[in-house]
Structures are given as C-alpha cells and as structure tokens.
C-alpha cells in the first residue's frame, strides 16, 4: 500500500528549547510527525478532548488537519511557530538559551491519489509511547535523524526522507500492535496475523482467480469461518477485496504507464479488456480511457 500511494517523507527539521515555552502550530495540510529527542513537552490538539504528556522517545503521528500546541506547560500563553521559523535555515533551531527539550519533526506526503486509501484509515492522533515494542527502533530513528541535520553529512535529505518514511512505518506497526481499537478496513487486515496468509497471496498474485477455499486452507480456516471473520476485519468479502486491489493496481497503472488495456487486464487476472473495463467503471464510475486520459490531462 505504501508503494500504491507513493508515500515519501521528508525530515522538516526540529528545535531545541527550554525555560517556559509554548508553540502554536497550523493545521498540517499532510501528514505530520514529531518525536521528542530529549526532555518532555505537551501537546494539545485542536479538537481533542485532553492534552499529552510527551516524552523523550515518544513519536507523534497527526494526520487530520487541526491546529496543535507543544508546550513545556499547558498554562502558557503559546505564540506561533512559523514566524519563528520563517528564513531561518539551521537544521535544529535553537529558540532560547536553556536546552530542556530537542524535538525533531517531518511529514509524510503521496505521489498518488491513492494515498486517500491511507488517509482514510488513519486515527487523526496517534502516539506512540516510549514504552511500545517499537521503542529501540524508534530511538534509533530520532537519533539519525538529528545526526544528519546536526553534522550536515553527504547526502543528508535523501537520507533523512529514508529514516522519516521508516519512522512512519514504525509509527504504523506500533498503532496496528497497540489495544487501541481499530475500524474494520484494510488497514486493520493487515495488521491481522491469522488474515496474513489470504492477503499476501492476494497481493502477490492479484492475477490469479483466488478461490475461496484455497485462502481459507492458507489461513487454517474452514471456508465459512474464513468468509465471516475476514469480512468483519476488512470490512468487505475476501474477493470483494481483491477486486477492489486489483483496481487499485490499476489505477496506478493507467496513471503512471502507458500498458495497453489488454494486457494490463491480463495482468490482473481478466479474460478481455472488455471484462477489465466493465469491472474497473462499476468500482471506479469512470472507464478505464477516460480515467487515464484526466489522470494525465492533470499531471501536465
């Protein structure tokens, strides 16, 4: 899925600074994430009910767009942040002279529509505590990331946009293994075990006419089980699923390549271009021409 949204990261920068303070932030028009280096911090986000205590190694996901506050503490008065930020160009902005708190912070954007997909099954907050599995890694991650803006190395932006798009799929695993309670789609599958089999055979394969049995089998289920514990997980039937993956790919495809129509519905698993296209306008509401034909009329 992250590669059918094109996600790609890119490590903004972060600051250092201490004494009473309070930053007032505007609402991300992408993906946003923080992770606390050193100290501990606050954070209140428009619209939610109570404010976070952040600390060092906690990593923060926002992917609504809402305003939101980091703070030393939730009683002083916040001024915004981007005026303090505007022209400057140190990779960690030191904002006063104490250095109780570093946090370092980057977004995640898509090169695709299809990164609506995710948007879609993504919490508005997520944080993801110290005390999580993913902790070693996360601290790992934070850690380069300051060295890379910090010492300035070769190659520091494409190194950092690496470590930022892994922060972000740590910041995923972390959710999908948390008890927080997730709404049935494909996110929630796939961060299912006993479904793992039936979708990376699915996706692996999207050409191949999956019977229901055989997923089942891969799963350890009988076809009935299989059938009703997969819907209530993802929200749709299993093949419901894979012809909704399948139009996915194809999309992507229309977008980015210039295939013939009947061999990219060969390659998906379709008989006839005719069959590809009836299947893709009941899913899409737009023929698969015409689909292709914007896709690229709004790319130039």
């Known amino acids: 899925m992250l590669k059918l949204t094109a996600a790609q ?6 600051f250092v600074i201490g004494g009473a303070w309070a930053l007032r932030f505007p609402a991300p028009t992408k993906i946003k994430f923080f992770g606390v280096v050193k100290g501990q911090c606050w ?5 939610e009910k109570s404010p976070v205590q952040l600390n060092a190694g906690d990593v ?3 992917s609504a767009r809402r305003s939101f506050v980091l703070a030393s503490d939730l009683t002083t008065i916040p001024v915004d942040a981007l005026p303090l930020f505007e022209g400057r160009e140190e990779a960690m ?8 708190c570093v946090v370092i912070g980057g977004y995640v954007q898509f090169g695709s529509p299809s990164g609506q997909i995710l948007l879609d099954a993504l919490p508005s907050l997520i944080v993801v505590p110290d005390s999580t599995s993913q902790a070693t890694i996360l601290h790992f991650i934070l850690e380069q990331l300051v060295r890379e803006r910090v010492e300035d190395l070769p190659g520091a932006s494409v190194v950092s946009s690496q470590f930022g798009l892994l922060l972000f799929i740590q910041v995923l695993r972390a959710y999908l293994e948390s008890s927080s309670p997730i709404s049935a789609g494909w996110l929630r599958a796939v961060g299912d075990k006993r479904l793992a089999p039936a979708l990376q055979r699915m996706h692996s394969d999207p050409a191949r006419a999956w019977q229901l ?9 009988s076809r009935t089980t299989f059938a009703l514990y997969f819907k209530a997980v993802a929200g749709v039937a299993p093949i419901a699923y894979l012809t909704r993956w399948r139009m996915h790919l194809a999309e992507r495809a229309l977008r980015d390549d210039d295939t013939c129509l009947a ?3 060969r390659s998906l698993g379709y008989g006839s ?12 509401g737009s023929a698969p021409t015409h689909f292709r034909d914007t896709a690229r009329g709004k790319d130039e």
Do not use: H, I, P, Y
């Open 9 to 14: 990261s890119v490590a903004a920068g972060g």
């Open 43 to 47: 954070l209140r986000v428009a619209g």
């Open 273 to 284: 271009e005719s069959a590809f296209s009836n299947a893709f306008k009941r899913m899409t």
């Open 60 to 62: 923060f996901l926002l």
């Open 93 to 100: 902005m030191k904002l006063a002279k104490r250095e109780d």
């Open 263 to 265: 061999e990219l519905a």
């Open 213 to 221: 049995g055989e997923l089942a089998k891969a799963c350890g289920m």
